[in-house]
C-alpha cells in the first residue's frame, strides 16, 4: 500500500501563488500516474492536473490551464502543483491521487485512481 501525504496548502489572496507537495511513502516505480484533485462544499471532486511518472507527461483540467503548473521529483517521491494567478473559486480542499496501473484509464476520473491524500485546504481572499 503506497501511502500520499500532501503539504502546502494556505490562505492566499487573489493573484497569489501557493506550492503544493504530495510525497509517497513507496518507491515511484509502484505508481504509473499521479493527479490532483480538488472539491469545494456542496460540490463534486474536480479534477486539476495530472502527470505520469515515467514520461512526464501532462494532462490539465480546463480551469486550471495557463494558471497551474505540475511537475515531478522521482528522487523525492514526490510531486509538486505550482497554482499561479489564484482565483476564489480555486478555493477547496485538493487532493493528492496515485494509479497503479498503466492500463488505458480516464485520467480525470476519481475513480481510476488506487492511493489517496488526506487533502489540504486551499483557501483564495477576494
Known amino acids: 500500500q503506497v501511502q500520499l501525504v500532501e503539504s502546502g496548502g494556505g490562505l492566499v489572496q487573489a493573484g497569489g501563488s501557493l506550492r503544493l507537495s504530495c510525497t509517497a511513502s513507496?518507491?515511484?516505480?509502484?505508481?504509473?500516474?499521479m493527479g490532483w484533485f480538488r472539491q469545494a462544499p456542496g460540490k463534486e471532486r474536480e479534477f486539476v492536473i495530472g502527470i505520469t511518472w515515467s514520461a512526464g507527461g501532462t494532462y490539465y483540467g480546463d480551469s486550471v490551464k495557463g494558471r497551474f503548473i505540475i511537475s515531478r521529483d522521482n528522487a523525492k517521491n514526490t510531486v509538486y502543483l505550482q497554482m499561479n494567478s489564484l482565483k476564489p473559486e480555486d478555493t477547496a480542499v485538493y487532493y493528492c491521487?496515485?494509479?497503479?496501473?498503466?492500463?488505458?484509464?480516464?485520467?480525470?476520473?476519481?475513480?481510476?485512481?488506487?492511493?489517496w491524500g488526506q487533502g489540504t485546504q486551499v483557501t483564495v481572499s477576494s
Open positions: 491521487a496515485g494509479r497503479h496501473s498503466s492500463g488505458g484509464y480516464d485520467y480525470a476520473r476519481a475513480n481510476e485512481y488506487d492511493y
Open positions: 513507496r518507491r515511484t516505480g509502484s505508481i504509473y500516474a
